[in-house]
């Protein structure tokens, strides 16, 4: 069927939520893409009999009167047969699949369901297509505690792929759209929610944010920041996220905060920090927000401190020497990306580009420990173009070398045990890329 002659709500399931348009190929051994369940046509849509629907009592059967596929429940098959033993099936009518199990029910049964599975489900029919809309699912996925954790960088300007970890999938997001002043402009990335926040300068003395919804798959421009800037330290907790200092438009640094809450779509003022600070990294620890390292004072000097803003009390706490050490001289160091650092199981983690080195924080004595080495093949530019993000349970570095005919970034993956060791890193793929990691961010949901 032609684009123009299909409905719209055939055209936006299919564009959003079909399994072509997400681009999913779980890889084999060799690395390979292997689709390993035939699909079938369910409407207009391609559906493929996932192991998570087979699970959940589902089964697709072709209906020769209406010449489509429908999804039935295994008690609707059951019930279907007692109907047509006891001649009792009223020509046949049923109620939906929907209908009989309820809404509370289906959602319980799709937060156990991976979430690249959602695509299969929402192109059933037009009620599960509103409901994983809704961001209902999402929404009790986080509160039972069922959440997967996908990266998502950008390789190439307005460009973004989003990778699943566990089943090594790769997806391509849609084109951003944007300005010629925010492609050419430095942009900081954030994933809070079901949404990917993408920040930077729309002209020379304003600011814009693009926001990727997970639920609509696609870009719309953002509701702005209270005090628009760049350079800042941010980091997520669920549906919110807090954004510390950064500059102005006038290049001045700045004290401010803001939390965004992803669901009601709000920005809120915060008290202001103990010190203005640019170019610094934030990350949440047990239930708090902090922010850390940066560029500050009147002379614009290295700072080695940080600050811990607790959600409760909202006062902002000064920590000393909370920032990782820097192995180089503090005249050159002024040139080096912002702190790399990330948080797994309440644990502060940081990269030493320069050194190649893991170093976590020890809490009780208040003091960074090295614990092994980086991935080999973790190149970057001063720190620039190193991704070292938080991913679950997992650390992810993200970086390669590169050439002048063309290089290639590696995902590695290592997860921190409690009994402490060296990184033990896994390549979880590798991908061609003429340049390094622009931005990179991590969604939890």
Not at 70 to 98: I, K, W
Not at 112 to 140: E, H, P, Q, T
Not at 348 to 377: C, F, I, Q, S
């Amino acid at each position: 069927m032609l684009e123009e002659e299909r409905s719209p709500d055939s055209c936006l399931s299919s564009r959003v939520f079909s399994e072509s348009t997400w681009s999913m190929f779980p890889q084999d051994g060799n690395g390979n893409g292997k689709r390993g369940l035939e699909e079938v046509v369910v409407g207009e849509i391609r559906v493929r009999p996932t192991k998570s629907l087979k699970l959940m009592g589902f089964s697709i059967q072709y209906d020769s009167d209406s010449s489509d596929y429908s999804v039935t429940s295994q008690e609707q098959q059951e019930q279907q047969s007692d109907d047509s033993n006891n001649n009792n099936n009223n020509g046949g009518d049923s109620l939906s699949l929907f209908n009989e199990i309820g809404r509370d029910n289906i959602i319980d049964c799709l937060i156990r369901c991976s979430r690249s599975d959602y695509g299969s489900i929402a192109s059933l029919n037009r009620n599960f297509r509103s409901l994983v809309k809704s961001g209902d699912v999402y929404r009790v996925r986080r509160q039972s505690g069922f959440v997967e954790h996908w990266v998502y960088f950008s390789c190439q300007p307005l460009e973004w792929v989003a990778f699943d970890p566990v089943a090594r999938r790769w997806m391509q997001l849609p084109t951003m759209p944007s300005s010629v002043t925010f492609m050419g402009a430095d942009k900081e990335s954030l994933a809070v929610g079901t949404d990917l926040l993408v920040l930077g300068q729309a002209g020379f003395s304003s600011y814009v944010i693009y926001r990727y919804s997970l639920l609509t798959n696609s870009w719309s421009s953002g509701m702005e920041m209270n005090a628009p800037r760049c350079l800042f330290g941010s980091a997520s907790l669920g549906e919110i996220a807090i954004f510390a200092g950064g500059i102005d438009s006038q290049r001045k640094i700045l004290d401010f905060a803001e939390m965004f809450n992803s669901e009601l779509q709000t920005w809120t003022t915060l008290p202001r920090m103990n010190k203005p600070r640019k170019m610094c990294s934030g990350v949440f620890m047990d239930g708090k927000f902090y922010v850390i390292g940066g560029i500050g004072g009147d002379e614009s000097k290295l700072l080695t401190c940080g600050e811990e803003y607790d959600l409760e009390t909202k006062k902002w706490t000064h920590i000393p020497d909370l920032s990782p050490p820097r192995s180089r001289a503090d005249m050159s160091s002024a040139n080096d990306a912002p702190p790399l650092v990330a948080v797994v199981n309440n644990q502060l983690y940081a990269a030493d580009h320069a050194d190649m080195e893991v170093r976590k924080y020890d809490k009780e004595k208040k003091r960074w420990l090295t614990v092994g080495r980086l991935p080999e093949r973790a190149g970057s530019v001063n720190g620039w173009g190193l991704a070292f993000r938080a991913c679950g349970e997992r650390l992810i570095v993200i970086g390669g070398p590169r050439n002048s005919g063309g290089g290639f970034i590696e995902l590695n993956s290592w997860i921190p045990s409690d009994g402490g060791g060296p990184p033990q890193w896994t390549l979880l793929d590798r991908k061609h890329s003429p340049n390094f990691v622009y931005n990179c961010a991590v969604m939890g949901c």
